[in-house]
């Protein structure tokens, strides 16, 4: 009999990773982004990680730039500093965002727009109602995106193929 590999139960699995490689910030002094993880009860994911890949300012992806990890505290909350990146193909300023949590066999995919662009080809083709989930609001000097893994206000998610 084979045994169970953590995609495959319930976690979670994400302390060790976050020990291995802690980094909640893409830059010291920067735009702050908060936010929640809730599952479909609109309850917090106290065992959430998630994570960020961007471009940087003038919208080029670099090796050295632009990852980060952070694992989300009892109330679901996590934190990053970032920059505002530079567009990149035509695209409006975003960041892109992977969501690994308990309950679910794989992570999620989805972008957090910057308020107060137009949209891109991507985010035009999302149907109107939903399109809000994707946009970061300002707040508190910084910005606030929340992720809904599932119900009234679900967070769009991306098919990567894999």
Same mark, same amino acid.
């Given at each position: 009999?084979?045994?169970n590999?953590?995609?495959?139960?319930?976690?979670?699995?994400?302390?060790?990773g976050?020990?291995?490689?802690? %980094?909640?910030?893409?830059?010291?002094?920067g735009?702050?982004?908060?936010g929640?993880?809730?599952?479909g009860?609109?309850?917090?994911?106290?065992?959430?990680m998630?994570?960020?890949? %961007?471009?940087?300012?003038?919208?080029?992806?670099?090796?050295?730039?632009?990852?980060?990890?952070?694992g989300?505290?009892?109330?679901?909350?996590f934190?990053?500093?970032?920059?505002?990146p530079?567009?990149?193909?035509?695209?409006?300023?975003?960041?892109?965002?992977?969501?690994f949590?308990?309950?679910?066999?794989? %992570?999620?995919?989805?972008?957090?727009?910057?308020p107060?662009h137009?949209?891109?080809?991507?985010?035009?083709?999302?149907?109107e109602?939903?399109?809000?989930t994707?946009?970061?609001?300002? +707040?508190?000097?910084?910005?606030?995106?929340?992720?809904?893994?599932?119900? +009234?206000?679900?967070?769009?998610?991306?098919?990567?193929?894999?």
């Open positions: 009999m084979l045994s590999t953590p995609s495959q139960t319930v976690g979670p699995f994400f302390s060790f976050l020990c291995i490689r802690p %980094q909640a910030d893409v830059v010291e002094q735009i702050v982004l908060r929640h993880v809730y599952d009860a609109g309850e917090p994911v106290p065992d959430a998630v994570e960020l890949w %961007q471009a940087d300012e003038t919208g080029a992806y670099r090796g050295d730039f632009g990852w980060a990890r952070c989300t505290d009892r109330d679901g909350a934190a990053f500093t970032v920059v505002e530079g567009p990149v193909d035509g695209q409006a300023p975003h960041l892109s965002m992977q969501v949590a308990r309950g679910l066999l794989k %992570q999620v995919f989805t972008r957090v727009y910057f107060g137009a949209p891109d080809a991507l985010l035009s083709s999302i149907d109602e939903r399109r809000h994707l946009v970061a609001r300002e +707040e508190d000097g910084g910005l606030r995106f929340d992720v809904h893994l599932q119900g +009234e206000d679900e967070t769009v998610f991306f098919d990567l193929g894999f």
